[in-house]
């Protein structure tokens, strides 16, 4: 079973960067869809961006322009690099692994924007 850790996550102002890392543990995640999700306050959970096995991108409306998804499958990781900040990014940030009919949950990152 893959274990993901998430990491990076903390309080920035408005404007500044942050730079998400998500470790898997317990199996290779190389073929794996990997995924980065958020949860603000009294909200459901949304996608933020995915990349595929073969390092496709997409991101949602609100990350275009901003936020990078990376992988490094020699490390078992996904990375989510943030750009200009604001405040409605405030949320708990989740790393998902997706293959086939399997999913696995990171614990999360709280993400504080300050304005």
């Known amino acids: 079973q893959v274990q993901l850790v998430e990491s990076g996550g903390g309080l920035v102002q408005a404007g500044g960067s942050l730079r998400l890392s998500c470790v898997a543990s317990g199996g290779s995640t190389s073929h794996y869809t990997m995924g980065w999700f958020r949860r603000a306050p009294g909200k459901q959970r949304e996608l933020v961006a995915t990349?595929?096995?073969?390092?496709?991108?997409s991101y949602s409306d609100s990350a275009k322009g901003r936020f990078t998804i990376s992988r490094d499958n020699d490390k078992n990781a996904v990375y989510l690099r943030m750009n200009s900040l604001i405040p409605e990014d405030t949320a708990e940030y989740y790393c998902?692994?997706?293959?086939?009919?399997?999913?696995?949950w990171g614990q999360g990152t709280q993400v504080t924007v300050s304005s």
């Open positions: 990349i595929t096995s073969d390092e496709i991108t």
């Open positions: 998902n692994a997706r293959y086939t009919f399997y999913s696995y």
